[in-house]
């Protein structure tokens, strides 16, 4: 087989042989062509490189067809994982986006998984290209105060120019077990969004940890009590 080489082709294979950012397939490849283009038998090229000869055909075929570009890469071969059947997909999207497992709040891969009858990661596969979190869900709330936007601006301005001396107390409360009744209905999740809830909600029959942060000292004084009111 004969190969003639331009001169540009010639530098840029020359060039990753001397490399070493190149890859030591993609540095051989440049080598079985300079070798053929130099005029050197089948024989000396497959000795001296210790590539078959199928191998070496090839590599020399691919570059009258494609050039220097076509000995950067292999070409893909396909996969032997066949692809999932479109109902499948459909079955696993519209379980997560329209209902929830029988015992747990939102689904997972493994859940879903043993739900629909395929594997987790393939699960995982469909919700990451449709870019579906189940695990996540954003808070909101939408007040009904009259007052809101005056109080928003006195505590915003409280941070934007706090007065002199002024000691800020920042008060919250824990609850131990999340049975929780929600103000208003959430949002179902979308691909590419999250489902939403509301950030207030009606307690049932929770123990409520009462918390403060002694910051000199770096201690946590802490106490639970029966009701919300205490």
Not at 107 to 112: L, P, V
């Amino acid at each position: 087989m004969k190969i003639t080489l331009i001169e540009e082709d010639r530098t840029e294979l020359e060039r990753w042989v001397k490399s070493r950012s190149v890859g030591a397939k993609q540095r051989l490849r440049a080598r079985m062509v300079l070798m053929t283009a130099e005029g050197l038998s089948t024989t000396v090229i497959m000795a001296t490189l210790g590539v078959s000869n199928p191998t070496l055909n090839k590599w020399r075929n691919r570059y009258l067809e494609s050039g220097v570009e076509g000995l950067k890469k292999g070409k893909t071969r396909p996969s032997r994982i066949p692809p999932l059947p479109t109902d499948k997909v459909q079955e696993v999207l519209a379980l997560t986006l329209t209902g929830k497992p029988a015992a747990a709040t939102q689904w997972s891969c493994r859940t879903m998984a043993e739900q629909v009858g395929i594997s987790r990661m393939a699960v995982h596969g469909i919700w990451r290209e449709r870019k579906l979190k189940p695990h996540q869900v954003k808070g909101f709330k939408v007040s009904n105060d009259p007052l809101f936007a005056e109080k928003l601006r006195d505590v915003v301005g409280l941070y934007l120019d706090p007065p002199e001396k002024a000691i800020v107390f920042s008060v919250d409360e824990k609850s131990q077990i999340q049975a929780l009744d929600r103000s208003q209905p959430g949002l179902p999740m979308k691909p590419g969004k999250c489902g939403t809830m509301t950030h207030d909600y009606k307690r049932h029959g929770t123990t409520t940890l009462f918390a403060a942060l002694d910051v000199q000292t770096g201690t946590v004084i802490g106490q639970c009590q029966p009701r919300h009111r205490h």
